[in-house]
């Protein structure tokens, strides 16, 4: 139930801005006075709007929209605060605790920066290297994941134990879930260590991708388009970059190109539709070129 107190004015403004909104989310949630569809809402049913609204963060960051990123990421922000109030009403956590748990682990995972893990020792400066920090972030996570099970100390925990791909969540977006996966792998030394080998594999799922399509076996040839997505991921990590950002780049490439034969178009009268596709070859090849200029 929200606080009652909340109705008067001048308690509510004498809160601090996270109280307000923790305030605001508890009378939403009130079962007398709240909304009914806040009300009708679980952490199930919460999901799709959370996906949606990192999403429009991202789109805010890539548009570099300031105004609009800190109207997405407030957003964000309430997606957590509505996660909170439902696990505090059903007994489980709530918002301190969630903040009081990433703040242990902000200070246990950077031992180079809290020594000891005490926040008073803050002060000298770090003498890792970031490659050094992310190799220490990664065996400390390994060492937090044992930890988790052994608190949870059910059968079914233990039995996952048994593989380190365990926790790696499905419902990633599968990109991210299969970087997630190699550097996992990796991290217990199932990994080449040079890029020309995995070129090298990359190479070849292209060439069973080839086979696949003379073929004509759909599941055949999914089944190895999957394998060279999963290749050129494992590429993109081992050159360093992001694969989710490399691909979002050539989205936004071929929607610049694509919107330039379009306009290129209709300077001249013309229309898609009824373009042969030797001419909007040779526009994209335009286009291409104008964003080298």
């Known amino acids: 139930m929200a606080d009652k107190q909340v109705d008067s004015g001048r308690d509510f403004e004498a809160r601090s801005d996270i109280e307000k909104l923790l305030a605001i989310m508890a009378m939403l949630r009130d079962g007398e006075s709240g909304c009914p569809w806040d009300l009708e809402q679980s952490i199930a049913s919460l999901v799709p709007y959370t996906l949606e609204e990192v999403y429009e963060v991202v789109d805010a960051i890539e548009k570099q929209d300031m105004v609009d990123l800190e109207d ?3 957003d964000l922000l309430f997606q957590v605060v509505f996660y909170a109030q ?9 918002f301190a605790d969630i903040a009081r748990a990433i703040t242990r682990k902000l200070i246990r995972r950077h031992p180079h920066v809290f020594p000891g893990g005490e926040v008073t020792n803050f002060g000298s400066k770090p003498e890792l290297s970031s490659d050094q920090v992310v190799t220490n972030w990664e065996a400390i996570k390994k060492q937090e994941r044992e930890e988790k099970q052994a608190r949870r100390g059910s059968v079914a925990a233990n039995e996952q134990a048994s593989s380190v791909l365990n926790d790696v969540p499905r419902a990633l977006p599968a990109m991210e879930r299969a970087k997630k996966l190699q550097s996992r792998a990796a991290s217990h030394g199932f990994d080449w260590t040079e ?12 060439g069973e991708l080839e086979e696949a399509l003379q073929s004509g076996d759909k599941a055949h040839l999914q089944h190895e388009l999957g394998d060279v997505f999963f290749a050129a991921i494992n590429l ?8 989710e950002l490399a691909l979002r780049q050539a989205n936004n490439r071929f929607e610049t190109r694509f919107h330039w034969i379009e306009a290129a178009l209709e300077s001249q009268g013309r ?14 090849d335009a286009a291409k070129r104008q964003e080298q200029n």
């Open 72 to 74: 997405e990421l407030g």
């Open 86 to 94: 439902i696990a505090s009403e059903d007994g489980h956590f709530n």
């Open 195 to 206: 890029i020309p080998p995995v070129l090298a594999k990359l190479k070849e799922e292209i």
């Open 236 to 243: 993109s990590r081992h050159c360093g970059l992001e694969p």
């Open 271 to 284: 229309k898609l539709d009824d373009t042969p596709l030797d001419e909007l070859d040779a526009l994209w």
